[in-house]
């Protein structure tokens, strides 16, 4: 599980939603022989889009573990702390 946090989730959500719509544009523009430009501007959009929302994901973990940081009820799906530690240096 991603997160607990509807509300994370959710900007979590808009976040992939909104890369995945960048690389439709990236598709779209080589699609139709669009300009070097266009299709490095929406790779760059991409790349940040991608990038936020993995650090979305990280932070939200972080703040959760942070809440229950003994882990009583860890379950198959949470991350230990060197896993989480991996998981963000990753994203760098």
Do not use: H, W, Y
């Amino acid at each position: 599980m991603v997160t607990t946090d509807p509300e994370a989730r959710r900007r979590i959500l808009n976040r992939l939603r909104r890369a995945r719509g960048q690389l439709d544009g990236v598709i779209t523009a080589v699609e139709q022989d669009g300009s070097c430009r266009a299709v490095v501007t929406q790779l760059a959009a991409v790349s940040t889009a991608l990038d936020r929302a993995g650090f979305a994901v990280v932070s939200t973990a972080m703040k959760e573990c942070l809440r229950d940081p003994d882990g009583a009820a860890q379950s198959e799906d949470e991350l230990t702390e060197a896993e989480l530690e991996k998981l963000f240096l990753s994203l760098a």
